[in-house]
């Protein structure tokens, strides 16, 4: 097997084929509604209750939510592409154009969101032009039955409906978060 050289690029392009949800991270400057689109959110633990997030160090968001010290996480859904371009981009008002309300910890949550999870700030890790930020959870939202947002190959996408085989279908389900 040969190996192409490893670029910027070139790894953005191998890793697209890992088809990831599309989360928006919210918080509040004092009263000031702060957030940003985010690809590089999971799960991390059971027991103690954490999940990880990767801004970006160039990121202006991010100093905002880690002086908040909580922040809540959006889910968004197949028909929330709009809000994620939104909160993609820098600049302008990015709450101005969505309906939100607050969660426990005072953070953002948006209208329309499939869940939302709520977190105490854990810890904060550098990792090259990333950080790996782990937050505590402290609630959960109710969970919507649409179609999750999804991004793969540089685009954003929805799954298929229909059946996709058993919920933890592998011989192991204990492996399996």
Excluded at 92 to 111: E, M, Q, Y
């Amino acid at each position: 097997m040969t190996s192409v050289t490893l670029g910027p690029a070139r790894f953005r392009s191998v890793l697209g084929h890992f088809c990831t949800g599309v989360a928006v991270v919210t918080a509040c400057d004092g009263d000031e509604p702060v957030g940003f689109a985010c690809q590089s959110f999971a799960a991390l633990s059971l027991d103690p209750p954490l999940v990880l997030f990767c801004p970006a160090r160039t990121s202006r968001t991010w100093p905002v939510i880690e002086r908040a010290g909580r922040f809540a996480v959006n889910v968004l859904s197949g028909e929330q592409r709009d809000v994620s371009v939104t909160f993609g981009a820098r600049g302008a008002d990015k709450f101005a154009s969505v309906d939100w309300t607050r969660a426990p910890s005072g953070a953002p949550l948006l209208s329309g969101a499939l869940t939302w999870i709520d977190c105490d700030l854990d810890a904060v890790h550098e990792a090259g032009d990333h950080y790996v930020v782990i937050g505590r959870v402290t609630a959960l939202g109710e969970v919507s039955d649409a179609q999750p947002l999804l991004f793969y190959r540089g685009r954003y996408t929805v799954a298929e409906t229909g059946a996709v085989g058993e919920l933890f279908g592998w011989p192991r389900p204990d492996d399996w978060f």
